[in-house]
């Protein structure tokens, strides 16, 4: 999944999703919340990727993943659009990111992200493109 789509949220909390996001994503896809500490946003998984995520924490020790299972499997929602693409991000997780009415849909590889449009600026803003730089240097990217 690639690029970035801006949209808004209604009244009742529904989002249209781009085209190109539902037919990577599928009919039916998950939402959680994004496990960042500096940035508050949610993750889009498609089941394939979500039942893979949550059958490797449930084969883990739960001593080490009992956190991560309470932050990420019990704030997970199933999301099926209707046939306009609309669709409702419940409100915990509207709470949890901050989204207000003008959102952002970015794909950033095999998962696509959901972000307030104003944190999304404010993250765009704040990167230290001389530690990118970097770091792709020192990848080989």
Known sequence: MRGEYKSTLDAKGRMNFPVKLREELGDVFMVSK??????????LYTMEDWNELENKIN??????????RRYLITSSYEIEPDKQG????????REF??????????GVGKRAEIWDKAAWDDMNGSMDLAEL?????????
């Open 133 to 141: 730089t970097q770091t792709a240097i020192e990848l080989d990217i």
């Open 97 to 106: 990111a901050g989204l207000k009415e003008d959102i952002v849909i970015v």
């Open 86 to 93: 609309r669709a409702l991000i419940p409100q915990p997780l």
């Open 34 to 43: 994004t496990v960042d500490d500096k940035n508050r946003s949610l993750t």
């Open 59 to 68: 084969s883990l020790p739960s001593v080490k993943t009992k956190g991560l």
